[in-house]
């Protein structure tokens, strides 16, 4: 009994070296060699600059710096990407001047979505961005105009889909929620 136990304490580490040879054999994975699977050639590229006119701050737009979300999923209303789970979706973060490159895209058609910090609502590009494998579409001219019915007079928190502004104590030991545990019956 005591010498099956040390056989077994041995035994893992020496299927675990099986199934790594197998992994080394296998490598490259058949589905690289797919026809389904799009090498980069198949693929194409969406290029361009995020602005936001945010007309309370400045009369002119402004890069939209690290906008944290840009991207392109299947056409849809503003704010659609959350919930679609059926197509590709493609993002990317913009560098502080609103430049964003997002690569190697399955070709389709999509719209692209985005938002912004402290900024609300969501941003979409108002026509539909078609890509071609092997293409790169540079987008020009996007401004996000959030709507407003005027200047904000109150606001709890920044609208940056954090609660990183917002306080939160260590709960006190009195008031935690402790899970019922049955006693064990023997």
């Known amino acids: 009994m005591k010498n099956q136990r040390a056989r077994r304490a041995i035994k893992p580490p020496e299927r675990h070296q099986d199934y790594l040879q197998k992994e080394e054999a296998d490598w490259p ?14 693929r194409g590229s969406i290029t361009g600059q995020l602005l936001v006119h945010n007309w ?7 890069p939209a710096g690290s906008a944290y979300v840009v991207g392109l999923a299947p056409p849809g209303v503003a704010g ?18 609103g430049n964003f490159e997002i690569k190697n895209v399955i070709s389709g058609t999509y719209n692209l979505f985005g938002w912004v910090p402290g900024v609300v609502g969501d941003f979409k590009h108002a026509s539909d961005i078609t890509i071609n494998p092997g293409s790169s ?6 401004v996000f105009d959030p709507r407003r019915n005027g200047p ?7 609208p940056d889909r954090t609660a990183a502004e917002f306080f ?17 019956q023997k």
């Open 152 to 158: 904000t007079f109150w606001e709890i928190g920044i």
């Open 168 to 184: 939160i104590p260590d709960p006190n030991p009195k008031f935690k929620l402790h899970p019922y545990k049955l006693p064990i």
């Open 29 to 42: 994975y058949n589905f690289l060699n797919s026809i389904e699977y799009l090498k980069s050639d198949q």
């Open 56 to 62: 309370l701050v400045s009369e002119q737009p402004m």
């Open 80 to 97: 659609s990407w959350k919930i679609e789970n059926k197509g590709y979706q493609f993002w990317t973060q913009t560098d502080e001047e």
């Open 137 to 142: 579409v540079k987008i020009v001219n996007l």
